[in-house]
Nanobody, 115 residues
Framework: QVQLVESGGGLVQAGGSLRLSCAAS????????MGWYRQAPGKQRELVALLTRGGITNYAESVKGRFTISRDNAKNTVYLQMNSLKPADTAVYYC?????????WGQGTQVTVSS
């Protein structure tokens, strides 16, 4: 069982930055992948960024060059640095972890970008 707790969401003006954190209940070294998804009102949940155990990253086209995913194994924490935020980035952001064959989700943190 993996528990994920997000923090760092909030309200920011367009062009601003936020850093999301996701703390896992145990070691993240053994996890196959960790990442971030988001869901805007009336839309499906979509992948934002993914980081595999081997260090491979995958980003949604809409955030490439603006968002960066990283991890601190010593703190069992994954981060999402979000720069140059746009109103279209407004959503609930969910931390995600995969440990074969299970998927785990955090409770979500709201990010609101005002124009």
């Amino acid at each position: 069982q993996v528990q994920l707790v997000e923090s760092g969401g909030g309200l920011v003006q367009a062009g601003g930055s936020l850093r999301l954190s996701c703390a896992a209940s145990g070691s993240i070294v053994s996890l196959n992948a960790m990442g971030w998804y988001r869901q805007a009102p009336g839309k499906q949940r979509e992948l934002v960024a993914l980081l595999t155990r081997g260090g491979i990253t995958n980003y949604a086209e809409s955030v490439k060059g603006r968002f960066t995913i990283s991890r601190d194994n010593a703190k069992n924490t994954v981060y999402l640095q979000m720069n140059s935020l746009k109103p279209a980035d407004t959503a609930v952001y969910y931390c995600y972890a995969h440990l074969i064959p299970y998927d785990y989700w955090g409770q979500g943190t709201q990010v609101t970008v005002s124009s």
